[in-house]
């Protein structure tokens, strides 16, 4: 069986989006500091309840699990140990019994497992170039269907019939 890992924003639930939208609001300049620091002190409790499932996410990553085919973990970002928390929290009240890694968003998600033949969905193309780069296989999820050089999905179950 193949590790699957799954990218939360932006693939899981729209807070990017959301997100953004707040950023904008209250005038954050788009530089690396200034989002960091903006993202570090966001309630993120209000931002996930605020925040949807893509595309049946969470129904789409049972069905996902029960085809038996790969181990599957949630890989996400986090600037804070509360967004961390927070993302635990939500995922653990949709999926039973799964593992999230939660990884600081200063750090390569490639630095923190494995990558070798593993698989990787997520919405950002930097991230699935590095996943590549270090061995692993990078699926690109997009709802206009834009892989911008990767496999591209719009439904996580669509995985299943890739491999």
Do not use: C
Not at 69 to 80: A, C, D, E, G, W
Not at 104 to 118: E, F, G, M, Q, R
Request: charged share 25%; net charge negative.
């Amino acid at each position: 069986m193949k590790n699957l890992y799954i990218d939360f924003d932006g693939v899981i639930v729209n807070t990017i989006d959301i997100t953004y939208k707040m950023a904008n609001s209250l005038g954050i300049k788009k530089d690396y500091t200034n989002y960091l620091q903006f993202f570090q002190n966001l309630n993120w409790e209000e931002v996930l309840e605020q925040a949807k499932p893509i595309n049946d996410s969470f129904n789409e990553i049972k069905k996902i699990i029960n085809s038996h085919k790969f181990n599957v973990f949630i890989l996400t970002h986090v600037t804070s140990i509360h967004e961390a928390e927070a993302k635990i929290k939500l995922i653990n009240r949709y999926l039973e019994n799964i593992t999230i890694i939660t990884v600081p968003k200063s750090i390569s998600k490639t630095k923190v497992l494995n990558t070798k033949d593993a698989i990787l969905i997520d919405d950002f193309p930097p991230n699935l170039d590095d996943w590549e780069k270090s061995g692993g296989i990078g699926i690109r999820f997009d709802l206009d269907l834009d892989g911008k050089g990767h496999q591209v999905i719009d439904r996580l179950s669509q995985i299943i019939y890739f491999f």
